[in-house]
């Protein structure tokens, strides 16, 4: 198999706010897989806050390692993705992930949802993001720009759980779609405690990551406080990859899985199935991110509760095309792997 890897520079369409701080472009990297006739793409979701760095990412996709992982057949993927290094980041991994089973899907010749005999029937609407603005004004502007959306997320973790369900209360006002939030670990279990009622009020459809990533005795607090008629509580940033599904257990009410977190479409299928023997919910997510890698989630997607899958709608120079979002309701093409082409512009 040949490999290329090259950088790709996401233009955000607004810039992007979040409790982390304000982004307006991101550094991605596409990898690209050929054998014979076919050739394969994934990228890599360079997310800092997670100590990913494009530098490192090509360090890993250019490693001898793992061309020489990647000498095998194309059909026998699972052992191709036994071969992979062991020291590859998350981000890295899926990306080689991610085209290998494109190239896969490729050679057999059909999408990879009907590979793995999924109906793209279920797959959950998706949620369209907010982020958060700095005046409120412009923040109604959002809300009403998204009207076209059924499911909208917003983005929390102002610093003030007051100004917080303030945002949510301008938001319900502005439209008529149903509402999740994301505070991004914006809050302390006591701040979560104060706004999660509130919340409930509100019929907001799920609550993503209240209090921080390391913060398990605050999960334990909101899972023993608070009443079984709430949100969902769906922990992110507090899981990564397939070891850190079962330690949460009893503590949270779903997880938000996303493949440059967990590594690709393997280890993601087996967090699904992990989530599903403890009786968690499922949210398919994504990061900033171009059609490549939300198309390769999408195709996963009809496994899930609830999708996030809007990464490549913020960017303004996507390099493919190939899925179709209206209403939030995603469509998949009848083209075999991840069935997406590159965008003609570029
Ligand atoms: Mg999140």
Redesign the pocket.
């Known amino acids: 198999m040949h490999t290329q890897t090259r950088r790709l520079a996401l233009q955000l369409r607004h810039p992007f706010k979040l409790s982390y701080g304000t982004t307006t472009v991101r550094e991605n990297v596409l990898f690209q897989v050929s054998a014979g006739t076919h050739s394969g793409v994934g990228e890599a979701a360079v997310v800092p806050y997670y100590g990913e760095t494009a530098e490192r990412v090509l360090q890993h996709l250019s490693a001898p390692a793992l061309a020489e992982a990647l000498s095998g057949d194309p059909l026998l993927l699972g052992d191709a993705l036994d071969r992979l290094p062991a020291d590859m980041t998350p981000a890295a991994r899926a990306a080689v992930d991610i085209a290998l089973h494109d190239l896969w899907g490729k050679h057999l010749g059909h999408p990879l949802y009907r590979l793995w005999g999924l109906n793209p029937a279920h797959i959950p609407v998706s949620s369209f993001t907010i982020a958060m603005a700095d005046d409120e004004d412009g923040y109604r502007e959002q809300v009403r720009e998204a009207r076209d959306h059924s499911l909208i997320k917003l983005k929390l973790g102002s610093g003030d759980w007051r100004t917080d369900l303030r945002y949510v209360q301008m938001a319900r006002q502005e439209t008529r779609a149903r509402l999740c939030v994301?505070a991004?670990g914006g809050w302390s279990a006591d701040e979560a405690l104060a706004i999660i009622p509130a919340l409930t009020e509100l019929e907001i459809v799920f609550i993503?990551?209240p209090v921080a990533r390391d913060d398990l005795a605050g999960w334990r607090t909101l899972h023993d406080s608070l009443p079984v008629a709430r949100p969902p509580l769906i922990a992110?940033?507090t899981v990564q990859g397939v070891e850190s599904v079962l330690p949460l257990a009893g503590l949270v009410d779903g997880i938000?899985i996303k493949l440059a977190k967990c590594g690709g479409l393997r280890p993601a299928m087996q967090m699904i199935q992990l989530a599903r023997a403890c009786s968690m919910k499922v949210l398919i997510?994504c990061m900033i991110e171009s059609t490549v890698a939300v198309a390769a989630a999408a195709h996963l997607a009809a496994l899930a509760d609830f999708a996030d899958l809007d990464g490549n709608l913020l960017v303004s120079n996507d390099p493919y095309r190939g899925i179709e979002m209206r209403k939030g309701q995603i469509a998949l093409t009848e083209r075999p792997g991840l069935g997406i082409v590159p965008a003609p512009e570029q």
């Open positions: 994301d991004n993503e990551q992110d940033e938000n997510g």
